[in-house]
């Protein structure tokens, strides 16, 4: 039952887009559709068109969307945020309680890399449906297509597929320097959609995937550059704009070692974004929960009437966050690596983002404070408030950060330094102005200060896992608090453990992909003493 509806997913999603693109091309009485006219139906109903565009945005946040996949209902199943929740459980700075409330057990001790695991086709499936509907997209509006709602709509497909697959590319191989040849993912777009149906699609390498991808975003800046031009504006933050686009690229070109590039398009973004960093007094207090705050460029929006949130419990913020009702209450929580914390000088307001070793923050009010000690252990985070800033509310409407603009701070202070420029006056800047005004740069490794930098700013936001492949820095959790000694670990940089599987029902469901062809299976990691 579970393979087979597995195959079907598969051959359907595939169809899926070639379905979409043959109803453009084909008119009512089966003569082609030509370009032109393409765009003239785009064009004269841009509801389709916006349609395909909102169901890619559709795809990011959903409620068990594996349930028939996996004959199982997994409470850690609800898109994109599932995907976050994995990659920073699988790291060394989300500290968690091994526990039966805790869904990212598997994460925390890897056996989620095994190619049946529920984790593996979860995040699988995810990340491909998000693929299939941005391929609607472009199979839906020619690139020369002159008109501006078409541009903006077809820049929203391009873009977050070039996320989408840059995602991929970090969890299904090491990271892009020393490794273009080696397999990543099989490449599936409008284009293929046909071939792949039938005959199945191997894996592309490292280097294609990259090239798609950089693709992929540079026509979506060009894109969104003429739409905004001629006032195609995005409605709300979970659509792309071109400062969203510089910055997906600036996130490609750190990866790629590309530093100035890198650095170019996160200014670009900057400059380009509406977004400014959070003040040292917005941030103060438990912030991060809603797309309106000045800080966030891009997210994904959720509504109380959305199936993750009537569920009660099954969304990101039940298992992530502190100050609400959900598993959190149950599991003990997320904390930060307390060697981390220890890193964090008293006059960063970031400090108060947990509480210390007395369950004391100076971030939390009266009330606050009471809830944190008779409910969690030290170094807990409080960083995520709850919704509404209404203190253990059980309507978890959270929305979740995919860019904020001081990640392009960071970026831009790194790829500076590393090409040879003033990297550490942006650095210092930033965090004086924003964080901590007593903060002096002194450390002897600049580039490993930018990612201490990152490692605290972004904590939770499901982006430490691309730092830890890119950097090469292994999973070491020795002196981190976890406190299941059974899942401290020390595994070292390009480790297979490290790498992703892809699905044993992918294996069997494309004819392009063989047993050899999958990452090598990689034994359970073993503990190691702790320090």
Not at 114 to 127: F, G
Not at 231 to 255: E, P, Q, S
Not at 476 to 505: C, H, K, Y
Request: proline share 4%; aromatic share 10%.
């Amino acid at each position: 039952m579970k393979k087979r509806y597995l195959i079907g997913f598969f051959i359907s999603a595939l169809l899926g887009i070639v379905s979409c693109e043959d109803a453009l091309d084909t008119a009512p009485d089966g003569d082609i559709v030509t370009s032109e006219q393409k765009e003239d139906i785009v064009s004269k109903d841009p509801s389709k068109a916006k349609a395909s565009v909102n169901a890619v945005f559709s795809q990011f946040s959903q409620y068990m969307p594996n349930e028939d996949a996996l004959n199982a209902s997994r409470h850690n199943d609800f898109g994109y945020p599932s995907v976050m929740l994995f990659t920073d459980h699988n790291g060394y700075d989300v500290v968690s309680d091994n526990n039966g409330y805790n869904w990212n057990g598997n994460n925390l001790e890897f056996t989620d890399r095994d190619y049946d695991s529920n984790e593996s086709q979860i995040l699988w499936n995810d990340m491909y449906s998000i693929i299939r509907a941005t391929n609607n997209v472009a199979a839906a509006i020619p690139e020369d297509t002159e008109d501006p709602t078409s541009k903006f709509y077809l820049a929203q497909g391009l873009a977050t597929r070039a996320f989408s697959y840059w995602v991929l590319a970090q969890l299904y191989q090491f990271t892009y320097v020393g490794n273009q040849d080696a397999p990543c993912v099989p490449i599936i777009t409008e284009e293929n959609a046909n071939a792949a149906a039938i005959d199945g699609i191997p894996r592309s390498s490292v280097k294609e995937v990259y090239d798609l991808i950089l693709a992929d975003v540079n026509l979506a800046i060009q894109l969104l550059k003429d739409a905004e031009q001629e006032g195609v504006m995005r409605d709300d933050k979970r659509y792309v704009n071109l400062a969203v686009a510089y910055g997906i690229r600036a996130r490609v070109n750190l990866t790629m070692q590309n530093w100035t590039e890198a650095a170019s398009d996160a200014t670009s973004a900057i400059e380009a974004s509406q977004a400014t960093p959070a003040s040292i007094e917005d941030v103060s207090k438990p912030a991060f929960w809603t797309v309106n705050e000045s800080n966030w460029m891009w997210g994904i929006i959720v509504s109380e009437t959305d199936a993750v949130v009537t569920s009660g419990i099954v969304n990101w913020i039940s298992h992530m966050g502190s100050l609400n009702w959900g598993y959190a209450n149950y599991s003990k929580g997320r904390q930060i690596n307390k060697s981390l914390f220890a890193s964090i000088s008293e006059s960063d307001v970031r400090k108060g983002w947990w509480i210390d070793a007395d369950l004391q923050s100076d971030n939390l009010n009266d009330a606050e404070q009471e809830f944190m000690e008779g409910t969690y252990r030290e170094y807990t985070q409080v960083k995520f408030a709850p919704y509404n800033n209404v203190l253990q509310t059980t309507t978890n409407a959270n929305d979740i950060p995919l860019m904020r603009i001081e990640e392009m701070y960071l970026i831009k202070a790194e790829a500076e330094g590393m090409s040879g420029g003033d990297g550490v006056s942006t650095l210092e800047s930033f965090v004086q102005t924003y964080r901590d005004p007593d903060y002096v740069y002194s450390a002897a490794d600049f580039q490993e200060e930018v990612f201490r930098h990152r490692r605290i700013e972004l904590w939770g936001e499901g982006l430490n896992w691309f730092d830890i492949m890119r950097l090469e820095t292994g999973v070491d959790r020795r002196g981190a608090g976890f406190p299941n000694a059974t899942m401290v670990f020390d595994i070292p940089a390009n480790d297979p453990l490290l790498l992703w599987r892809i699905p044993e029902a992918e294996i069997q469901a494309n004819p392009g992909l063989a047993e050899g062809d999958n990452n090598p299976a990689a034994p359970t990691p073993e503990p190691v003493t702790d320090f």
